[in-house]
């Protein structure tokens, strides 16, 4: 069965930074490409960063080029992502989603974790 | 960036009604388009990609179409199960991922 687990979320003041992680288990971690996709409170839902499954290729929303980095250990499973330079518009739900190809390119979400939630305030 | 657009934003139905959402995107995406679903507090689930292909183990009154610009969700026969937010989502090669704003059904 394929379990994403996010962690790392919570409140950081505007400017700040946190990692966020998304531990995956029940599929071969290194065979998919892997996202994340945000939702403000009340929202739709938002693409963030993508990345192989090797983790050479690396994709990112516009709103947040720059400011978060994506990364993957598949010796451990895990995906990451850095939020440097944080602000309010970065407030949302993060959720982890395994990509159904090796690659982003053509490839769609089949599933996801459950969140963890970032607040940018002061 | 693509833009995808649906509507309606709200729709009221009953169980066993016949209930289509549409989806249009700015561009031609071919038939790179994919439907989840979302309850309250849960994470969206995937149920059609590629325009039509039903992803495995998603009931069969749920359906899709559509090609280049325009595209449709069909439940044959609303379940109490369905009452959920809908989003489209464009998966073309040679652009970022996007969601449409997601089309809520609610209990008529």
């Known amino acids: 069965e394929v379990q994403l687990l996010e962690s790392g979320g919570g409140l950081v003041q505007p400017g700040g930074s946190l990692r966020l992680s998304c531990a995956a288990s029940?599929?071969?971690?290194?065979?998919?490409?892997m996202s994340w996709v945000r939702q403000a409170p009340g929202k739709g839902l938002e693409w963030v960063s993508g990345?192989?499954?090797?983790?050479?290729?690396?994709y990112y929303a516009d709103s947040v080029k720059g400011r978060f980095t994506i990364s993957r250990d598949n010796s451990k499973n895990t995906l990451y992502l850095q939020l440097n330079s944080l602000r309010a518009e970065d407030t949302a739900l993060y959720y982890c989603?395994?990509?159904?190809?090796?690659?982003?390119?053509?490839?769609?979400?089949?599933?996801w974790g459950q969140g963890t939630l970032v607040t940018v305030s002061s | 960036d693509i833009q995808m657009t649906q509507s309606p934003s709200t729709l009221s139905a009953s169980v066993g009604d016949r209930v289509t959402i549409t989806c249009r995107a700015s561009?031609?995406?071919?038939?790179?388009l994919a439907w989840y679903q979302q309850k309250p507090g849960k994470a969206p689930k995937l149920l059609i990609y590629?325009?039509?292909t039903l992803e495995t183990g998603v009931p069969s009154r749920f359906s899709g179409s559509g090609s280049g610009t325009e595209f449709t969700l069909t439940i044959s026969s609303l379940q109490p199960d369905d009452f959920a937010t809908y989003y489209c989502?464009?998966?073309?090669?040679?652009?970022?991922?996007?969601f449409g704003q997601g089309t809520k059904v609610e209990i008529k």
């Open positions: 590629k325009a039509s």
């Open positions: 029940g599929f071969t971690f290194s065979n998919y490409a």
């Open positions: 989502q464009q998966y073309n090669s040679y652009s970022p991922w996007t």
């Open positions: 990345i192989s499954g090797s983790g050479g290729n690396t």
């Open positions: 561009q031609s995406i071919g038939t790179w």
């Open positions: 989603a395994k990509v159904n190809r090796i690659t982003m390119v053509q490839g769609v979400a089949d599933y």
